[in-house]
């Protein structure tokens, strides 16, 4: 008696040809031609991806999470934006409304101050705030603080110089968009840098420039210089001491944005994480206020002080 395990057809002896899968099968050529309609399916779904791939956007900053120009310049002009609006509110509310009023030497306008020393303080205390802690995390809620009370102080002092100087703020901001165009075109065709040796220079022209200002401010605070620009008032050969100084801050200030640029660049290049196109647009801004702040005094020097 045979066992029944063996019953099973895969234990029995037949014609090979007579089994379907066998090469030289009756389904061989209908298998081959299966296999062969597949991967011809595979490789055109695989072509159709590749082009798809090809034909859509690469992917930006959002997609990456990775610092890129294009996305650093919307930071920027957030900031610019946030900062024109707070701006307006300083004008109004140093001017007191819209008019500027004309000036008169023997009945001065009454103009409130507020506003210029609210956003200078509160833009220090931020701006120190935000480089000192962006190392360890960057907080563009700073950042937007920073740009709202810096509108405050570029409203208020331009409504102040512009009281005392009718013209002065259009010209001061074109002289800025100018010298920041100017300074882009040239990095943006390579015709300028940031080397360690200019930005040693730079550093040291800094911290003087720093102990100069420091000191002047004081001696205008205790009386003893009662000039309106304090020791930038002062002839130097027939020219106010303001304005030769005043050249080499611009000169300062273009450095400064070279620098700007220059780091931003550097992120992008080394894949930085996104939230950094903050602290890119933080530190232009920065230089642009101070610039424009400097090319305020600058021309206010050179229509006179008396």
């Keep these: ?6 019953n099973n057809p895969a234990f029995q002896q037949q014609d090979p040809r007579n ?14 031609q299966n296999a062969s309609l597949q991967h011809g399916a595979m490789d055109a779904a695989a072509n159709a991806q590749l082009e798809g791939m090809y034909a859509a956007p690469p992917a930006g900053a959002i997609e990456t999470d990775r610092m890129s120009v294009e996305d650093t310049v919307w930071k920027t002009a957030g900031l610019f934006a946030i900062l024109l609006v707070t701006a307006a509110i300083g004008w109004v509310w140093t001017l007191g409304g819209l008019d500027v009023p004309r000036y008169d030497p023997y009945n001065p306008p009454a103009v409130s101050m507020l506003p210029w020393i609210i956003g200078a303080l509160g833009g220090f205390v931020l701006a120190m705030a935000v480089m000192f802690t962006s190392r360890k995390k960057v907080r563009p809620a700073l950042i937007f603080a920073y740009a709202v009370f810096e509108g405050l102080f570029i409203g208020g002092i331009s409504a102040f110089f512009e009281v005392r100087w009718p013209g002065i703020v259009f010209q001061a901001t074109l002289a800025t968009v100018s010298v920041v165009g100017v300074t882009l075109a040239l990095f943006a065709s390579g015709k300028i840098r940031a080397s360690k040796k200019a930005t040693k220079i730079f550093m040291i022209a800094m911290v003087g420039y720093l102990v100069f200002s420091l000191l002047n401010v004081v001696l205008m605070w205790t009386g003893v210089n009662t000039n309106a620009f304090g020791m930038l008032s002062q002839p130097v050969f027939g020219i106010p001491l303001g304005l030769i100084i005043g050249v080499l801050v611009v000169i300062m200030a273009a450095y400064s944005l070279v620098l700007d640029f220059d780091q931003i660049q550097q992120g992008v290049r080394n894949g930085a994480p996104r939230k950094y196109g903050w602290l890119g647009a933080f530190g232009i801004m920065v230089t642009v206020v101070w610039l424009y702040v400097e090319i305020l005094r600058i021309i206010a020097i050179a229509r006179g002080n008396n």
Aim: proline content about 10%; charged content about 0%.
């Design 19 to 32: 089994v379907a899968t066998y090469p030289g099968g009756p389904q061989a050529a209908q298998g081959a």
């Design 1 to 6: 008696m045979s066992n029944f395990a063996f």
